[in-house]
C-alpha cells in the first residue's frame, strides 16, 4: 500500500514571503495531522482533521498559518507571512480509525522549511 | 499535563552492543504507549507500541514494556547494527478525543562499525 505523500520535500523562503505544503495520507484513512518538527525537538501537533472537519487546532498560530482538507482527502498548509522560527520539517500523518480511538500514525517524510 | 520524558541523547555504541532508551510518562489513566524511529532524510515511523500495562512490544529486535508501577517504556535491543543509527522517539496519545500525540525530544542513536 502506498504511504503518506508529501510535496514539496525542501522549500527555501525569505521571511514574510507565503508558502504551502501538500499532503495525500494513506487511502482510506479517516484522520489526517500536520506536525511541526523543530530541529532537536520531537513533532508537535498543529491540527488534527478527521474527514473534511477539523478535530483539534489549538496548537496551530492561527494569525499565520491555515489549512484545509476539502473532500476529506488531501491537505494544504499554508504559512502567511512566514517567519523565522517557521523554519522546521512539516509532518503529515494518517491514521486509519476515526479521533477518539489512539490509534497507529503513519508519517510521510517531511517537507523542511528553511526561512531566510 | 500528559507528558514523556526521555533520556538525553546523544548516544554512541559499537556494533552488537547493548541498547537502553529510557522513557517515562505522565498520563491520566492508562495510554498506549509507542516509540517511533526516524532514520536521517525520513519520517517517522512506528517501531513497536503497547496498549495495556504489562504489555510487550517488539519488532526488529528492539522491545519495550510498558510497566504501570514506574510509568515507563524504556527501549531495549540486545545486539545493534550499524543499520539502527536514527532518532528514536517515546510518544502517547493525550486522552479525550483527539488522541494527539505528544512526543518526547528524541534520543539520537549512532553505531559504529
Known amino acids: 500500500e502506498a504511504g503518506v505523500a508529501q510535496s514539496p520535500r525542501y522549500k527555501i523562503i525569505e521571511k514574510r514571503q507565503s508558502v504551502a505544503f501538500w499532503c495525500n495520507p494513506i487511502s482510506g484513512h479517516a484522520t489526517l495531522y500536520w506536525y511541526q518538527q523543530i530541529l532537536g525537538q520531537g513533532p508537535k501537533l498543529l491540527i488534527q482533521?478527521?474527514?473534511?472537519?477539523?478535530?483539534?487546532d489549538s496548537q496551530l498560530p492561527k494569525d499565520r498559518f491555515s489549512a484545509e482538507r476539502l473532500k476529506g482527502v488531501d491537505s494544504t498548509l499554508k504559512i502567511q507571512p512566514a517567519k523565522l522560527e517557521d523554519s522546521a520539517v512539516y509532518l503529515c500523518?494518517?491514521?486509519?480509525?476515526?479521533?477518539?480511538?489512539?490509534?497507529?500514525?503513519?508519517f510521510g517524510p517531511g517537507t523542511r522549511l528553511t526561512v531566510l | 499535563g500528559d507528558s514523556v520524558t526521555q533520556m538525553e541523547g546523544p548516544v554512541t555504541l559499537s556494533e552488537e552492543a547493548f541498547l537502553t532508551i529510557n522513557c517515562t510518562y505522565t498520563?491520566?489513566?492508562?495510554?498506549?504507549l509507542f516509540w517511533y524511529v526516524q532514520y536521517p532524510g525520513e519520517g517517522l515511523q512506528l517501531l513497536l507500541k503497547a496498549t495495556k500495562a504489562d504489555d510487550k512490544g517488539s519488532n526488529k529486535g528492539f522491545e519495550a514494556t510498558y510497566r504501570k508501577e514506574t510509568t515507563s517504556f524504556h527501549l531495549e535491543k540486545g545486539s545493534v547494527q550499524v543499520s539502527d543509527s536514527a532518532v528514536y522517539f517515546c510518544a502517547l496519545p493525550l486522552q479525550g478525543g483527539s488522541e494527539k500525540l505528544v512526543f518526547g525530544k528524541g534520543t539520537k542513536l549512532t553505531v559504529n562499525p
Open positions: 498520563a491520566t489513566g492508562y495510554p498506549s
Open positions: 482533521f478527521q474527514n473534511n472537519g477539523v478535530v483539534d
Open positions: 500523518a494518517s491514521s486509519f480509525r476515526l479521533a477518539g480511538n489512539a490509534d497507529t500514525q503513519y
